[in-house]
């Protein structure tokens, strides 16, 4: 089938079988375009929990299905691709995370939404980009455990000076591809472009942008804007959905190839096979699904 079948055969299959697709802004275009609802992972965090569907499909890598089981317990959740792995999720485990924790009795254990069920279930509370200095300043803890982005550990670092950050060593590898060179090089390139960063990008990168944001607003921001042209730092799969819903604006990449492998690995036919055998289901422990629960729920309280 071409791309037009595909997603027509998506569309009948998700109203026979009551599904709802839900589509990270890293995904490649055509599927942006069937989506459900397309965000980041804070975004979709909601959007799983009130669901009200039988099935989901999440086109993203396997730690946001994980994530959507852990909120809707009940739901059948489906990854399309189970290749498709955050390899900054895979940085931190939880043998390791324990014995940190024991070298820091006091600290809280804040995990990044971007981390593996396990993880999430021996935190205390989660946090996504959109929400992490909310939540970070909102605890009672004086020290923080935060994993596993050391960038975006830093980035709290810069707003909440009350508290201790013991970051842990992991990084995005398309955002910690960015350099200060490629920010000055976009503003020669594009003088009159507004610079968005992720707050996952080095600081060196975050401390020049005009603004920094999370994917979703990233978008929001550049709704918001008079300015006519925006680069952003972040993978690339945005620039895509900004063209598509701001054709009046223009919207450059950065200066540097940005593309997430795994989130690519995801295509219309794998949804669509998925969703036909309702295979590659998330299955977690139950006591998994009630740990990470409440560091998710806090999280969702406290944003």
Known sequence: MDQEQLKREILRLKKEKKAVLLVHNYQRPEIQEIADFLGDSLDLSRKAKDAEA????????????????????????????PAARCPMADMVNVESLLELKRQHPDAAIVAYVN??????????????SANVVKVVRALDAKKII???????????????KDKEIIPWDGYCYVHDSFTEEDLFKAKDEHPNAVIIAHPECREEVVMNADYVESTQGMIRTAKILNAPEYVFFTEEGLV???VREMPDKRFYKPPRTAICQQMKEITLEKIYESLLYERYEVVLEPEIIKKAQRALNKMLELS
């Open 240 to 242: 895509d959905r900004a």
């Open 54 to 81: 039988d099935i989901i499909v999440f086109a993203g890598v396997t730690f946001m299905a994980e994530t959507a089981k852990i909120l809707s317990p009940d739901k059948k959740v489906l990854t399309p691709e």
């Open 115 to 128: 981390t593996n069920a396990d993880v999430k279930a021996i935190a205390d509370v989660c946090v996504t």
């Open 146 to 160: 935060f994993v596993p982005d050391k960038n975006l550990a830093n980035y709290v670092s810069i707003y909440v």
